[in-house]
């Protein structure tokens, strides 16, 4: 339970990618912690079950879908009447392999999700709300923004244009909206299944803490960020990655995710 000392009681929260993984633990932690709960993902019955697990609202559709970000902001003001915090979850590992392979429009797909739909979000929160009254916006971007690896080159890509998204609108914004993010490294999902499972225990003893993470663990940041505790933070990066990013100064001398990436594919 996320103490409500993190001042967001009656303050109205958009997530995207709400209904499983990251996204589900946000909203709750968000939830647990007073505020009023707006979720969106594809699938309209995950969808319905976690708003009303919540007790919240929520509305089925794509990211990518360029009327979706307006709807999904209407909704909230309408039903909430305010619209507070806003994170941008929702994200593909698509398409997945080398570069040279990769079709145009597989790529456009992946900078639709991973890039542009978060800018349009925030474009219409801005207008609606955050302009006026304020607020705060989470990225959620990756560890992997910051380095290369194998057949994940489209994803780090938008990744990374996601974490420079967030530093310009930080500038642009402020002092009304704060805007930041946080970068996972590898979180217990289904979408990064495919690397955790196949030998867990390997991958867990190559992280300078010992094991991958959960999304409660990234959960817990997004609320300190989009948070009263954070008010003097904006444009900020928070790693939260288990120490994958100083693993080199550790004995071992692979990297047991890179080795995963190579050897299997998201299913």
Request: aromatic share 4%; net charge negative; glycine share 10%.
């Amino acid at each position: 339970m996320v103490s409500s000392s993190y001042g967001l009681t009656g303050r109205a929260a958009v997530i995207t990618g709400a209904t499983r993984g990251i996204g589900l633990a946000v909203a709750r932690h968000l939830a647990n912690a007073g505020a009023l709960a707006c979720v969106t993902a594809r699938d309209a019955d995950e969808v319905r079950r976690t708003a009303d697990e919540l007790g919240g609202i929520g509305l089925a559709g794509s990211v990518a879908d360029p009327g979706h970000p307006r709807r999904l902001t209407e909704l909230a003001l309408r039903e909430f009447g305010r619209l507070d915090i806003l994170v941008n979850n929702a994200a593909t590992n698509q398409p997945y392999g080398p570069l040279m392979d990769v079709a145009p429009e597989a790529w456009s797909e992946a900078f639709a999700v991973n890039v542009e739909a978060p800018l349009r979000l925030v474009q219409c929160a801005w207008r609606a709300w955050m302009s006026e009254h304020g607020g705060t916006v989470v990225n959620v971007c990756t560890e992997g923004a910051g380095h290369v690896g194998p057949n994940v080159g489209a994803y780090g890509t938008s990744k990374a244009a996601l974490l420079h998204l967030t530093q310009q609108l930080a500038g642009e914004l402020a002092p009304r909206v704060r805007v930041n993010s946080v970068s996972p490294g590898l979180i217990r999902t289904e979408m990064a299944r495919f690397v955790w499972e196949p030998g867990e225990p390997e991958v867990a003893a190559g992280l300078p803490l010992g094991r991958i993470g959960e999304p409660e663990d990234v959960a817990r940041a997004v609320v300190w960020l989009a948070s009263d505790a954070a008010e003097w933070v904006t444009g900020a990066d928070l790693l939260v990655d288990g120490g994958t990013r100083v693993r080199s100064a550790q004995p071992a001398t692979t990297y047991p995710v890179h080795e995963h990436l190579r050897l299997h594919r998201p299913t």
